[in-house]
C-alpha cells in the first residue's frame, strides 16, 4: 500500500535506518543540487544526497584543498602532535561523481537560484545545502581586531592554521608560565569544546611542563557537561586548571594583543599564551543567501533543515545531519 508521508517519516524513525535503504525507496531526480561547505556537514550531504539520488549533480564548493577537522584537533593541541591524522582531501568525494569545485562562494541569490563564486562561474540549483560552519563577530570584544589578534591570541575554533599556531605556542613556553582561555558566551560551536581542550592541556603541562597553569576565563555560568568536567578537573588538575565564572569576574571584555592581556571588570591577566574564542555566529555566506536573522544564526524547520526564510535553502549541520537527510529524501521535497 502507498505511504503517506506521516508513515514515512514514523517508518524513518522506527527502523533507525542505520545505513543503506535501497535507492528504490527514494525518488530519482535529475536535480541540480548544490552544496556550500566542505566540512563534515557538507562533505556528508552531498556524499549521501549522491547515493540516494545517484541522477542528481551535485556540486560541492570549498576553497581549501584539505580539510582539518575540528573533531579531535583538541587532541593533538593536548600532545602537540600532528595534524596529519585529522587532514583530508576531496578525492573520495570526487570518485563518488560529486563535482567539486575549489573556490568560494562570494554570493547567493534566492530568487533566480544561483551561485557566484570566485573565478567567475555561475552555478543554478534547485536545492542549495549551506553547510556555513562558524564566523566571528567583530568588535565583540574590546580590543579584538579580526585581521590581526588571532595571530597573537589564536582561537584556534577553525583548524588548521589556528590549530598549528596555538601548538607552537603552548611548545615554546616555558615551564611556569599561564595559559589564559576566554569562553565566550553561549551559543557558539561545538559547546563542551573549549573546556575539553582545557583538560587536555591541563594534562600536558601535569606531565611536561608541571609549573604551568591553565586558567579559564569564561563568558556564561555553566557549561556542558559542566559536573563531570569539574569533577575530573578536581581529580586529575587542581593544580593545574583554575575556571572562572561569569559572576566570579571571569567575562573578558577587553585584550591587548601587544601585552598579551585580557581585562574582565575588575582584572588585567597577563597571559604567557592567550586562546581567544570570540563570539560566533553562522558563517558569512549565510548572511549574503540571506537566510540568518538577528541572531546571526540560521532560523530552520527542525524537520527538513529547510530555511524559514528562503526557499529551496536548507542549512545543515553536524548534529543530526544523516537523519536530516534523510528525512528530506522520505518528504519528497527534491522534484
Not at 549533480?57 to 585529522?86: D, R
Request: hydrophobic letters at 40%.
Amino acid at each position: 500500500m502507498p505511504l503517506n508521508r506521516r508513515d514515512m517519516l514514523a517508518g524513518l524513525g522506527a527502523i533507525g535506518l542505520a545505513s543503506g535503504l535501497p535507492l528504490y525507496a527514494f525518488p530519482q531526480t535529475n536535480a541540480r543540487i548544490v552544496v556550500i561547505g566542505g566540512g563534515f556537514g557538507g562533505t556528508s550531504a552531498a556524499r549521501t544526497l549522491k547515493r540516494l539520488l545517484p541522477n542528481a549533480s551535485i556540486a560541492l564548493i570549498e576553497p581549501k584543498a584539505t580539510y582539518v577537522t575540528c573533531p579531535f584537533s583538541n587532541v593533538e593541541i593536548g600532545k602537540l602532535g600532528s595534524l596529519t591524522p585529522i587532514s583530508f582531501s576531496y578525492t573520495a568525494l570526487e570518485a563518488e561523481g560529486i563535482k567539486v569545485h575549489q573556490a568560494e562562494a562570494t554570493s547567493v541569490d534566492p530568487i533566480r537560484q544561483t551561485v557566484q563564486i570566485t573565478g567567475g562561474e555561475t552555478l543554478a540549483y534547485d536545492r542549495l545545502i549551506l553547510s556555513p560552519g562558524i564566523d566571528f563577530r567583530a568588535n565583540a570584544i574590546d580590543g579584538y581586531d579580526l585581521q590581526d589578534v588571532p595571530n597573537r591570541m589564536p582561537h584556534a575554533w577553525k583548524a588548521g592554521d589556528q590549530t598549528r599556531l596555538l601548538m607552537r605556542q603552548l611548545r615554546e613556553m616555558e615551564d611556569g608560565g599561564l595559559f589564559v582561555m576566554s569562553v565566550p558566551p553561549a551559543p557558539y560551536r561545538c559547546p563542551p569544546g573549549p573546556y575539553e581542550r582545557a583538560s587536555l592541556i591541563a594534562h600536558y603541562f601535569k606531565t611536561q611542563k608541571p609549573r604551568s597553569k591553565v586558567l579559564i576565563l569564561d563568558g556564561k555560568d555553566q557549561f556542558s557537561k559542566m559536573p563531570l568536567f569539574q569533577e575530573a578537573w578536581k581529580e586529575h588538575y587542581p593544580d593545574h586548571l583554575e575556571w572562572r565564572s561569569a559572576t566570579d569576574d571571569g567575562r573578558v571584555s577587553k585584550v591587548d594583543i601587544q601585552n598579551l592581556t585580557l581585562s574582565t571588570d575588575f582584572e588585567d591577566i597577563q597571559a604567557d599564551v592567550a586562546n581567544v574564542i570570540p563570539p560566533q555566529k553562522a558563517g558569512t555566506i549565510a548572511e549574503r543567501a540571506s537566510v540568518t536573522d538577528s541572531t546571526g544564526w540560521c532560523p530552520i524547520d527542525a524537520l527538513s533543515f529547510a530555511s524559514t526564510l528562503q526557499p529551496n535553502i536548507h542549512v545543515v549541520a553536524i548534529g543530526s545531519l544523516h537523519a536530516s537527510i534523510r528525512a528530506m529524501a522520505w518528504a519528497h521535497i527534491f522534484p
